[in-house]
Structure formats: C-alpha cells, structure tokens
Antibody, heavy 126, light 107 residues
Framework: QITLKESGPTLVKPTQTLTLTCTFS??????????VAWIRQPPGKALECLAI???????RYNPSLKSRLTITKDTSKKQVVLTMTNMDPVDTATYYC??????????????????WGQGTLVTVSS | DIQMTQSPSTLSASVGDRVTITCRAS??????LAWYQQKPGRAPKLLIS???TLESGVPSRFSGSGSGTEFTLTISSLQPDDFATYYC?????????FGQGTKLEIK
C-alpha cells in the first residue's frame, strides 16, 4: 500500500524559506520508472507541478520557479524534501507530494501521478 | 510549455445524465494524457492514464478518449459521488501541465 504524507509549517512570512517534507511508504523511489513530485494548488485554482525527483536521481523543476526550488531525496529515511526560497503571498497554496510513474519503463514520454498525499496548506503572510 | 484548455469550466448536470468534458492541448501530445478527480478539501485521484486506460477500481461509467490535441472524459450515468472537479494533465514531455479544471455541479 503506497502512502505519502506532507509535513511542514502552515504559516511562513514573506521572504522566508519554506521547507516541506514528504514521508512515504509502500514503494522504493529507486525503482525504475518511479518518481516523487511536489505539486501545489492555490486556493480555488489549478494544479501546478513544482519539482520532481526521479528513480535515477535526475531532478527537474518548474522553469518559472527553478531559481527558488530545491528537491532532495533520502531513500533511507523514505523522505523527499522541497525547499522554496523567498516566499511571497502568491505562494499561498496547498502543497502536495505525489508518487509518479512513467518514462521508458512504462512506455511513456513523461510521468503522471498515481498516489497523492493529503496535502498541506501553507499560508504566506506577515 | 504545452497549454491545456478544458471546457466547460463549470458543468451543471443531474444524477443519471451522460456528461462529457473536453481537454485540448496547444500541440500534439499523442495519447499522453491523464484525468484526475478532486473533491473539496481532498487530493486529486487518478482516474485515467494514456488517454483511455481506466485505473484499477475506477467505475466503468468513466471513460476517456482522444489523441493528438483533443481529448474527452465521459461519465455515462452520473452518480452522486461524481460531483467534483476534474483535471486533465499532459505528460508528453518532462514538463507536464494541467488544465484549469472543470467543476461538475448538481443541477
């Protein structure tokens, strides 16, 4: 059974750095074709992929946010951590981590999201 | 980036209705499209991958079709549990993108 759960602060101040942790179980992020991603959703708005770390340790970032994002994976702890610098009120959103599959081993060009955490609402306000 | 446009943004329907949601890509994405269902306060749930492959446990009243730039999600007979927001996602490349969502409301 695959599960993921996000943890981190619910309130951050503008200009601060946000650190979110995704703790997962039921799969290995080193399995070919598997990835873990961070996706956010501002209140009442659509979903936006922020960053993804792949089974082979490759990483990719949303181009518009790349300079502010870092994603790291700790397989032994079963955690994936996202840091986002210089937070702004427009970054207020629910942040999800998700298990993804795709690529060559799934006969796919990209990756899609099979299991999601419950999400954590992060508010950016002074 | 590939832009995904869903229509309509909001759809009002009744239990038992057949409904169709459309998702259009700004360029061809072959069949690399997924559909998700999201209920208020909940995480999205994967319904369909590769445009038409129903995920395990998803009721057969859901179906997906299309390729290239135009795709549809059809619910053959709406059930009370189906009222939610639906998103498409293209994964033609490593820069995946979502549609803006279609909210399915009770008429």
């Amino acid at each position: 059974q695959i599960t993921l759960k996000e943890s981190g602060p619910t309130l951050v101040k503008p200009t601060q750095t946000l650190t979110l942790t995704c703790t997962f179980s039921g799969f290995s992020p080193s399995t070919s074709g598997v990835a873990v991603a961070w996706i956010r959703q501002p209140p009442g708005k659509a979903l936006e992929c922020l960053a993804i770390t792949y089974w082979n340790d490759d990483k990719r970032y949303n181009p518009s946010l790349k300079s502010r994002l870092t994603i790291t994976k700790d397989t032994s702890k079963k955690q994936v951590v996202l840091t986002m610098t210089n937070m702004d009120p427009v970054d207020t959103a629910t942040y999800y981590c998700a298990h993804a599959i795709g690529g060559y081993y799934y006969d796919s060009n990209g990756y899609y999201y099979t299991y999601w955490g419950q999400g954590t609402l992060v508010t950016v306000s002074s | 980036d590939i832009q995904m446009t869903q229509s309509p943004s909001t759809l009002s329907a009744s239990v038992g209705d057949r409904v169709t949601i459309t998702c259009r890509a700004s360029q061809s994405i072959s069949s690399w499209l997924a559909w998700y269902q999201q209920k208020p306060g909940r995480a999205p749930k994967l319904l369909i991958s590769k445009a038409s492959t129903l995920e395990s446990g998803v009721p057969s009243r859901f179906s997906g079709s299309g390729s290239g730039t135009e795709f549809t999600l059809t619910i053959s007979s709406l059930q009370p549990d189906d009222f939610a927001t639906y998103y498409c996602q293209q994964y033609n490349s490593f820069s995946d993108t979502f549609g803006q969502g279609t909210k399915l409301e009770i008429k």
